[in-house]
């Protein structure tokens, strides 16, 4: 996973957005195409706010162990 947080002159019309207590996500379409769920936790710091992401593979989720 990559995380850009330079913004500026970027076309964002492909990506979904998903926004959570003042958090934005930009997830690219590719994404939706090979993840079998997305889930995404905010958390509130002293100084700052922050994030987890946890994405579950479509071939993973489909395995039995």
Request: hydrophobic share 30%; net charge positive; aromatic share 10%.
């Amino acid at each position: 996973m990559s995380v850009d947080t330079y913004l500026k002159r970027k076309n964002l019309s492909p990506y979904s957005v998903l926004e959570r207590e003042g958090v934005k996500l930009y997830l690219s379409p590719s994404l939706w195409r090979w993840a079998q769920s997305v889930t995404v936790d905010t958390r509130q710091g002293w100084l700052s706010k922050g994030f987890d992401v946890e994405v579950e593979h479509r071939h993973t989720a489909s395995c039995s162990h």
